[in-house]
């Protein structure tokens, strides 16, 4: 493996058991199998190696939400897909779901990292828009109704981990229809 990935696992499953600021250098290289001079060959340090980290995986969350989304079906089918793909990402990546959350708002995320965070979100809130014009989704901020139904999912996420448990694997089967009722126009709605 090569060492900045080992660096940044072992810094993602760190910053997740001890939290970012309770992790020093040192741990990061010796859980690492590397020495603590290695990671500043690597990363402008502790900063560095964290939003190194997190645009890694903002990046692959973005992938596997967006990348290769067929956008002329109904709102509901698109919404849909979305939604299996973030919950699949959350049950295979439990801990990088967990962290990315958990660092959102961190002061140590530069300009890089806020932009790729920044950019998903104009993503998902400019849909929503669209699909608030065509009368699919409710009234509302769009970017605001965004952070309601990703919170739910992540708030379903934390207890999970709070409780020391695994995602169940029909995570998104379980919670579509409450997801998209949150964001749906009264006749949209899904019905059990």
């Known amino acids: 493996m090569p060492k900045d990935t080992a660096i940044l696992d072992a810094a993602l499953d760190l910053f997740e058991?001890?939290?970012?600021?309770?992790?020093?250098?040192?741990?990061?290289?010796?859980r690492a199998g590397v020495g603590a001079g290695t990671i500043y060959r690597?990363?402008?340090?502790?900063?560095?190696?964290?939003?190194?980290?997190?645009?890694?995986?903002?990046?692959a969350l973005a992938a596997a939400v967006v990348d290769g989304l067929d956008r002329s079906q109904p709102a509901a089918l698109i919404f849909e897909g979305i939604w299996r793909r973030l919950c699949g990402f959350a049950t295979a990546n439990p801990a990088a779901f967990a962290f990315l959350e958990t660092h959102h708002h961190?002061?140590?995320?530069?300009?890089g990292s806020r932009g790729i965070a920044?950019?998903?979100?104009?993503?998902?809130?400019?849909?929503?828009?669209?699909?608030?014009?065509?009368?699919?989704?409710r009234a509302g901020d769009p970017q605001l109704l965004v952070a309601q139904v990703y919170g739910g999912l992540v708030g379903v996420t934390r207890a999970y981990r709070d409780r020391g448990t695994e995602l169940p694997p029909d995570l998104a089967d379980q919670t579509?229809?409450?997801?998209?009722?949150?964001?749906?126009?009264?006749?949209?709605?899904?019905?059990?």
Do not use: C, H
């Open 17 to 30: 058991t001890l939290s970012y600021g309770s992790t020093p250098v040192p741990l990061v290289a010796e």
């Open 42 to 59: 690597y990363f402008p340090g502790k900063e560095g190696v964290v939003n190194a980290l997190y645009q890694r995986w903002k990046q």
């Open 106 to 111: 961190g002061p140590y995320l530069d300009a």
């Open 118 to 137: 920044t950019d998903l979100d104009r993503s998902m809130a400019g849909l929503l828009a669209e699909w608030q014009r065509a009368g699919s989704v």
């Open 176 to 192: 579509i229809e409450g997801a998209w009722n949150l964001l749906a126009s009264p006749s949209n709605r899904r019905r059990s």
